[in-house]
């Protein structure tokens, strides 16, 4: 889906890592929350509360999930999911936009 309609969308940006990682939350009507973000070129770690799926819209990046010692290359667009409760790495090459859902179980 290209674009969300009928959403509330806080203002204020969530922002890790000294600025280079920034989002803005957006809520829906049914309860359901996602954040759109760009994240510079970097290594992270991040941590989980509920499982997220990562919708790359664009970028390069490799992403170590939890468990897991072969890390994933992302060029364009991708798509990875994250377990709840867990921890998980990305090397970011270039600027890379992105979503993310939050899935609650």
Known sequence: MSQYDNVTVIKKANLYFDGKVSSRTVLFADGTKKTLGIMLPGD?????????????????????????TEWISISG??????????????QVASITDYACSYIQE
């Open 77 to 90: 667009e991708g798509e990875f999911t994250v377990p709840a409760n867990s921890k998980f790495k990305l």
């Open 44 to 68: 992270y770690e991040f941590g989980t509360d509920a499982k997220e799926i990562m919708e790359i819209l664009a970028g390069e990046l490799k992403v170590l999930l939890p468990g897991e």
